[in-house]
């Protein structure tokens, strides 16, 4: 058992075999827990063995199975600290942390993670937890801290993983989505999650005007490219009455984004990037908006099961990607 949906009964079995665990699924599921070696997070949406489900009858359990009960540490971090958890993982191994949405230290993470003391030397990967979309701005999105109980909204958690010396940990980031670069060159002004005003080909423009006159899709994100490496800012919306468009990550000042080549079938893509078996990941999931926007209810995306997120992290945070860890052994 690796990645798998479980009743409350059957992922209580595990955490008191001593299992060390990722766990995703509602806030009344995860608060009947007892205290154990585990984390988890909010949210409702998954890619299960039968594709993709919403349920709050059952909990995503992800066993770390190259984690071993002895090496691991389990951390709550705040919107003061969150800044050290690459610097605390392990020196061979991985961190697994999961940021509550729509909170400060989400927004912190996104518009500063990579320039966290040791962050891209130390593998960290994980996700956002969210809610319902129908509980959007109703419910806060929680994670908790299985080591001590703790729920919280706004604070982040993490479980450092140290592996062994023969084993390695590595990230893999799958992004449908490639730069259409026959499209315009936008830029903007200041880092953030919304953006009123836009650069478009060098001319400033009302960047909510320049999206209805254009006719933008939002379920093609903006794609940046870091030195060969494909980065998504997906659209949430427009605010009529401000004129500022929203993102699920922040835009950053200085760089250059075109909007996303149109991509066929979700499925079909995406079982293309994943090919093959993967029985050495750890933990992978997937972006919310490829559930909505891929239509993957019912329908598989390979064999990389997981939690439909708020956002991924791989190192920084993410949209509409698919992440997963492996421990690769020599």
């Given amino acids: 058992m690796k990645r798998v949906l479980l009743t409350v ?6 955490i008191a075999a001593g299992k060390v665990l990722s766990l995703a699924g509602d806030e009344s599921l995860l ?9 988890a997070g909010t949210i409702p949406y998954f890619i299960g ?14 066993e770390l199975t ?8 389990i951390k709550t971090y705040t919107l003061d600290t969150i800044d050290q958890v ?5 020196d061979n191994g991985f961190t697994l942390l999961i940021i509550p949405a729509l909170t400060p230290i989400h927004a912190e993470y996104a518009n500063h993670a990579r320039d966290y003391e040791d962050m891209f030397i130390k593998p960290v990967v994980g996700w956002i937890a969210g809610v319902h979309l129908s509980d959007l701005g109703k419910v806060a999105p929680k994670v908790v801290n299985g080591a001590n109980g703790e729920v919280s909204s706004n604070t982040a958690v993490a479980l450092h993983v140290t592996l062994p010396d023969n084993a390695m940990a590595v990230i893999h980031i799958l992004n449908l989505f490639k730069q ?21 080909n ?31 800012t997906s659209f949430q919306a427009v605010n009529a009455e401000t004129g500022e468009v929203g993102f699920y990550a ?21 079982e293309a990037l994943a090919h093959g078996s993967h029985e050495a990941t750890q933990f992978s999931c997937n972006c919310i908006l490829n559930y909505l926007y891929g239509e993957l209810n019912g329908r598989k995306t390979g064999d990389l099961d997981g939690p439909m997120t708020f956002g991924e992290i791989a190192y920084q945070l993410l949209n509409q990607t698919l992440v997963y860890l492996e421990v690769q052994k020599s």
């Avoid at 690459?86 to 392990?90: I, M, Q, R, V």
């Avoid at 830029?187 to 650069?199: D, V, Y």
Wanted: some cysteine; charged content about 25%; aromatic content about 10%.
């Fill in 49 to 62: 063995e039968e594709g993709g489900v919403e349920t709050k009858e059952k909990i995503f359990v992800t």
């Fill in 66 to 73: 190259d984690a071993s009960a002895d090496r691991i540490a």
């Fill in 180 to 200: 259409n670069l026959a499209s315009d060159v936008l830029t903007f002004a200041e880092t953030g999650f919304s953006a009123k005003t836009c650069m478009v």
């Fill in 250 to 270: 922040p835009v950053f000042a200085g760089i250059e984004y075109h909007q996303a080549a149109p991509v066929g079938d979700y499925v079909h893509e995406f």
């Fill in 31 to 39: 608060a009947q827990l007892p205290k154990g070696n585990w984390i």
């Fill in 9 to 14: 009964k059957e992922t209580e079995q595990l």
């Fill in 86 to 90: 690459a610097k605390d993982g392990p």
């Fill in 202 to 232: 060098g001319k400033e423009v009302a960047f909510a005007d320049y999206i209805a006159q254009n006719k933008i899709d939002f379920a093609l994100p903006l794609v940046a490219d870091y030195h060969g490496a494909q980065i998504n």
